[in-house]
């Protein structure tokens, strides 16, 4: 018989499109905004606001203590004010820019930050904001450095599924609250 480890923490089978593998031991939970880490992550991504980009973010905290946080394409949009892929069709060329490269994306920002300060990510945490799942890729990384939990916001897909009609709008909302400190 398989033996389950028994959910903690808000830890369920996460939503994520089919096909999506997570690796063993990483385990996927959801937070609300109240989450003081995933708030971070939330204002974080908002501060770097990019137009026409989706800016995901990733906090890394270990012992309860942040130890680094990333943006996609670690600032270079935001840097240089442009996007190498401008006018190409959406998923394509993403090697052609370094803001858009997807060994630029969040998760694996933060992991190198973490690595550059020499801090052992054993046991550590992840929170993911701008996004409702994380690539294959980037969970084999954070589970790699040695991240247990990967937090993702609670409801999420309705902000970041831009197939959803007016989560871009919505999410824009939700930011502009995040800043105001309204919500
Ligand atoms: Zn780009
Ligand atoms: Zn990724």
């Known amino acids: 018989m398989n033996m389950e480890k028994a959910p903690t923490n808000n830890h369920r089978k996460p939503e994520f499109p089919e096909g999506v593998k997570t690796p063993e031991g990483l385990s996927i939970g959801y937070v609300s905004l109240d989450n003081k880490f995933m708030r971070e992550a939330a204002t974080y991504a908002a501060e770097n606001a990019f137009e026409g980009m989706t800016v995901t973010s990733t906090v890394l905290v270990k012992d309860g203590k942040i130890i680094s946080k990333g943006i996609n394409g670690d600032g270079y949009h935001q840097k240089n004010n442009?996007?190498?892929?401008?006018?190409?069709?959406?998923?394509?060329?993403?090697?052609?820019?370094?803001?858009?490269?997807?060994?630029?994306?969040?998760?694996?920002?933060?992991?190198?930050?973490?690595?550059?300060?020499?801090?052992?990510?054993?046991?550590?945490?992840?929170?993911?904001?701008?996004?409702?799942?994380?690539?294959?890729?980037?969970?084999?990384?954070?589970?790699?450095?040695?991240?247990?939990?990967?937090?993702?916001?609670?409801?999420?897909?309705?902000?970041?599924?831009?197939?959803?009609e007016g989560s871009t709008q919505k999410r824009a909302e939700l930011e502009k609250k995040i800043l105001s400190e309204e919500l």
């Open 82 to 164: 442009r996007c190498e892929r401008e006018g190409m069709p959406s998923g394509k060329g993403y090697e052609l820019c370094p803001g858009c490269h997807p060994d630029n994306h969040s998760e694996r920002v933060a992991i190198k930050k973490a690595q550059e300060l020499g801090v052992d990510l054993s046991d550590a945490e992840a929170y993911l904001y701008g996004h409702w799942w994380s690539c294959e890729s980037c969970m084999n990384a954070l589970s790699e450095a040695g991240v247990k939990n990967l937090y993702l916001l609670e409801g999420g897909k309705q902000f970041f599924a831009r197939e959803i």
